[in-house]
């Protein structure tokens, strides 16, 4: 079984500031990491994901993500927010079998100020 | 593709009502998962269909609720009977079984059992 651990529940910036989001997981197998976006009413829209390669993974709207084993983290990262990236973000794992099956963060409310 | 579609939109419904919940999965996806979003618990998975088949309906939090997919095109999520507790918004993902591949989901089902 797998989990996902979001520490900051909420995280204000300033517009064109940088952001980090955290993302720490847990797990006993090899795993596949996401990161998710929700904007209000909506439903959730995937921003970047690692599979295999690369640690450093590049996403849509500017963001991108770093893989660390030793840590088990996966961050996600901008290095300047627009109001526009308000949002929900949702960090989540699923095994290597090929399932699909995403276990999910507590998520982190991004809100961006002007 | 119009994506994963979800009906209804919003729904009222009184305690101890039958409520179904309905999903169009992308074409040609042969994984689908129903997951349920509340403040307390966030993002849970509630059940796991790949090729028409329910997988893991672990996350199914009792008899009151059931999932059923008769063909590859369509789903309900139904509980009988709804409790307040119950209220959620209820999410429909699709995707390719596989590596590489990504969920979908739909724009949710909000559910309000008064």
């Known amino acids: 079984a797998q989990s996902v651990t979001q520490l900051d529940s909420q995280v204000p910036v300033f517009e064109e500031a940088p952001v980090e989001l955290r993302c720490n997981y847990s797990?006993?197998?090899?795993?596949?990491l996401f990161w998710y976006v929700q904007y209000p009413n909506q439903g959730l829209q995937l921003l970047l994901k690692y599979l295999s390669g690369s640690t450093l993974v590049k996403g849509i709207n500017g963001f991108e993500a770093e893989f660390n084993k030793s840590q088990t983290s996966f961050h996600l990262r901008k290095p300047s927010v627009h109001i526009s990236d308000t949002a929900e973000y949702f960090c989540?794992?699923?095994?290597?079998?090929?399932?699909?099956?995403?276990?999910f963060g507590t998520g982190t409310q991004l809100k961006v100020e002007l | 593709d119009a994506g994963v579609i979800q009906s209804p939109r919003h729904e009222v419904t009184e305690m101890g009502q039958e409520v179904t919940l309905r999903c169009k999965p992308i074409s040609g996806h042969n994984s689908l998962f129903w997951y349920r979003q509340t403040m307390m618990r966030g993002l849970e998975l509630l059940i796991y269909?790949?090729?028409?088949?329910?997988?893991?309906d672990s996350g199914m939090p009792e008899d009151r609720f059931s999932a059923k997919m008769p063909n590859a095109s369509f789903s309900t999520l139904k509980i009988q009977p709804s409790e307040p507790r119950d209220s959620a918004v209820y999410f429909c993902?699709?995707?390719?079984?596989?590596?590489?591949?990504?969920?979908?989901f739909g724009q949710g089902t909000r559910l309000t059992v008064v």
């Open positions: 993902a699709s995707s390719l079984t596989g590596l590489n591949t990504e969920a979908f």
């Open positions: 269909f790949n090729n028409n088949v329910p997988i893991d």
């Open positions: 797990s006993s197998v090899s795993v596949y």
């Open positions: 989540a794992v699923t095994d290597t079998g090929g399932g699909n099956k995403l276990t």
